[in-house]
T-cell receptor, first 114, second 114 residues
């Protein structure tokens, strides 16, 4: 079974600073990878996904992630964060034949300070 | 268009009572998923529906949990004889069939068992 590790439970950062949220997954076989964001009292929203092809994936709100197969990592980055990026971020890997049974990491709480 | 809707948004119930949680997926989405988000366990997969059948029920935590889907649309998650450890946010997601398609999440039902 797949597993996902998000190495930081909380990341505090100042506004306009760059940020990286780390994610490692367990499998070395082909996988689909996702980053979701959850704003306070809201549901999950897809930020970006990696299915195949280019290892650098661009998503919404200026976020991007890089798939690294040798390191089994899928770290999320943003060059300059805003207060509105304060939220919980979840990395997920898909498990299932022909469907997306998502296995989530524990989440990283990003707190952007002025 | 309308997104995934869930009802009720909040449910408080006494230990030992049965509860039903409802999910209305996006029209045309044949794949439907239930997840649970709790403080102790994070985000966990519960069950996957393909149309009205559930080929993957592997995440249901006990036989007190069951789910059904009718008409390829609405799904109901039923928890019998609720326990305090069932307290969590129950999330529903839907997508087109196939693992390349994004899951759209509903806002969730917050269940509190007293």
């Amino acid at each position: 079974a797949q597993s996902v590790t998000q190495l930081d439970s909380q990341v505090p950062v100042f506004e306009e600073a760059p940020v990286e949220l780390r994610c490692n997954y367990s499998s070395s076989v082909s996988v689909y990878l996702f980053w979701y964001v959850q704003y306070p009292n809201q549901g999950l929203q897809l930020l970006l996904k990696y299915l195949s092809g280019s290892t650098l994936v661009k998503g919404i709100n200026g976020f991007e992630a890089e798939f690294n197969k040798s390191q089994t990592s899928f770290h999320l980055r943003k060059p300059s964060v805003h207060i509105s990026d304060t939220a919980e971020y979840f990395c997920a890997v898909s498990e299932g034949e022909g469907y997306n049974k998502l296995i989530f990491g524990a989440g990283t709480r990003l707190a952007v300070h002025p | 268009g309308a997104g995934v809707s869930q009802s009720p948004s909040n449910k408080v119930t006494e230990k030992g009572k049965d509860v039903e949680l409802r999910c209305d997926p996006i029209s045309g989405h044949t794949a439907l998923y239930w997840y649970r988000q709790s403080l102790g366990q994070g985000l966990e997969f519960l069950i996957y529906f393909q149309g009205n059948s559930a080929p993957d029920k592997s995440g249901l935590p006990s036989d007190r949990f069951s789910a059904e889907r009718t008409g390829g649309s609405v799904s109901t998650l039923t928890i019998q004889r609720t326990q305090q450890e069932d307290s969590a946010v129950y999330l529903c997601a839907s997508s087109l069939e196939g693992s390349i398609y994004e899951q759209y999440f509903g806002p969730g039902t917050r269940l509190t068992v007293t």
